[in-house]
């Protein structure tokens, strides 16, 4: 059975930083790009950053640039998004997602989402 | 970037309706459309991609349909259970986009 557990959020200050990981498992990581998506509390999904199965790849959307880092490590079938200079409307659940190997590259399994609070 | 835009916002229907929600891309993604329901509380899941393949286990009710920059899904009869909020979303470009929702209620 896939499974995604993301961890690590929590309440943060702004201005501060935190790491997200997601420990996936049922399927073999090292050949699946995956992504990060989040929702503000009572809003809509909003893609973060995806990744290729080895890292050759990585994309973020334009709001984050140079704040947010997406990485992994196949070794440990897991999947990081590390944050910084955080700020008050980067409080979301953040999920991460699996991109499908069968036609398309949409997004076949999500994890449960960790909640990010960020404020003083 | 690719905009998304659904339609309508709120759907209101009674159980053994059928349901139409629309989507609208703001330039062509070809078939790299995927639709997705939420429920409260839930993750999002995965019930169409390629516009108009159900994804494993969604059931026949769920139909989708479309290519170029409308898409289209329909639920032939509302079960209890479909009441949810349901996103699409592009992959044909970067960044991948989603639409801001359609809930459907009662």
């Known amino acids: 059975e896939v499974q995604l557990v993301e961890s690590g959020g929590g309440l943060v200050k702004p201005g501060g930083s935190l790491r997200l990981s997601c420990a996936a498992s049922?399927?073999?990581?090292?050949?699946?790009?995956m992504n990060w998506v989040r929702q503000a509390p009572g809003k809509g999904l909003e893609w973060v950053s995806s990744i290729s199965s080895s890292s050759n790849y990585i994309y973020y959307a334009d709001s984050l640039k140079g704040r947010f880092t997406i990485s992994r490590d196949n070794a440990k079938n897991s999947l990081y998004l590390e944050m910084n200079s955080l700020r008050a409307e980067d409080t979301a659940v953040y999920y991460c997602?699996?991109?499908?190997?069968?036609?398309?590259?949409?997004?076949?399994?999500w994890g449960q989402g960790t909640l990010v609070t960020v404020s003083s | 970037e690719i905009v998304m835009t659904q339609s309508p916002a709120t759907l209101s229907v009674s159980p053994g309706e059928r349901a139409t929600l629309s989507c609208r891309a703001s330039?062509?993604?070809?078939?790299?459309l995927a639709w997705y329901q939420q429920k409260p509380g839930q993750a999002p899941r995965l019930l169409i991609y390629?516009?108009?393949t159900r994804a494993t286990g969604i059931p026949a009710r769920f139909s989708g349909s479309g290519s170029g920059t409308e898409f289209t899904l329909t639920i032939s009869s509302l079960q209890s259970e479909d009441f949810a909020v349901y996103y699409c979303?592009?992959?044909?470009?970067?960044?991948?986009?989603f639409g801001q929702g359609t809930k459907v209620e009662i």
């Open positions: 979303q592009q992959y044909n470009n970067w960044p991948r986009t």
């Open positions: 997602a699996r991109v499908s190997a069968v036609a398309g590259n949409h997004f076949d399994y």
């Open positions: 330039q062509s993604v070809s078939g790299n």
């Open positions: 390629g516009a108009s």
């Open positions: 049922g399927f073999t990581f090292s050949t699946y790009n």
